[in-house]
């Protein structure tokens, strides 16, 4: 079966860092490439910037580029978003979700992950 | 960057036809693709590269591009189908991997 599995939901501070990791398995991890997407609560869908792992060139959405990190190990099959240090604006629920086909990223998301609720608090 | 307008909400009867519009600069000569999300859940692709639709998806859905307005329509609507949709095109031109639209909630009455 194809899959996307995420980390845990988290729990931080403003000022603390932050990686949450999402975890393919059931096909090629390396041929496809993995977005990450943040939703507010009761708001939509923003595409934060997404990696091809095969070779982790990664893009970023302007509004994102800058306020985090997209990275890949493809050894164990596993994409990462984080953050240096976090802000309350920052509380929301992230997605990762794979590209439909092998080698492009436009041609919609197909697999989704379960999705990381990230609560960032003092 | 490019924009991609919905409206908040559509709702309609059971058994009847929704159409839930994405509007775009010439988006017609982008590959639109639409999602749907039913509360606490992750998002579904319902309908990829305009009007194509992924295994699974009943034949109710559909889609349409054109001009400046990209077009989601499900027919027979049953209470299952009330959830929220978004398109999403991939702006080739800026080089940035693409945006959603705002999202229109449908309600079935």
């Known amino acids: 079966e194809v899959q996307l599995v995420q980390s845990g939901a988290e729990v931080k501070k403003p000022g603390e860092s932050l990686k949450i990791s999402c975890k393919g398995s059931g096909y090629s991890f390396t041929t496809y490439w993995i977005g990450w997407v943040r939703q507010m609560s009761g708001k939509g869908l923003q595409l934060m910037g997404i990696?091809?792992?095969?070779?982790?060139?990664?893009r970023y959405s302007p509004s994102f580029q800058g306020q985090v990190t997209i990275s890949a190990d493809k050894s164990v099959s596993t994409a990462y978003l984080q953050w240096s240090s976090l802000k309350a604006s920052d509380t929301a629920m992230y997605y990762c979700?794979?590209?439909?086909?092998?080698?492009?990223?436009?041609?919609?998301?197909?697999?989704w992950g379960q999705g990381t609720m990230v609560t960032v608090s003092s | 960057s490019y924009v991609l307008t919905q409206p908040p909400s559509v709702s309609v009867a059971p058994g009847q036809t929704a159409r839930i519009t994405c509007g775009g600069n010439n988006i017609g000569s982008k590959s639109v693709h639409w999602y749907q999300q039913k509360p606490g859940q992750a998002p579904v692709l319902v309908v990829y590269?305009?009007?194509d639709r992924p295994s699974g998806i009943p034949e109710r859905f559909s889609g349409s591009s054109s001009g400046n307005t990209a077009t989601l329509t499900i027919s027979g609507v049953e209470a299952g189908d009330e959830a929220d949709y978004y398109c999403q095109v991939w702006d080739s031109s800026s080089g940035h991997p693409g945006v959603f639209g705002g999202g229109t909630k449908l309600t079935v009455l």
């Open positions: 590269d305009d009007s």
């Open positions: 979700a794979r590209g439909r086909r092998s080698g492009s990223y436009t041609d919609g998301f197909d697999i």
């Open positions: 990696i091809y792992p095969g070779d982790s060139d990664t």
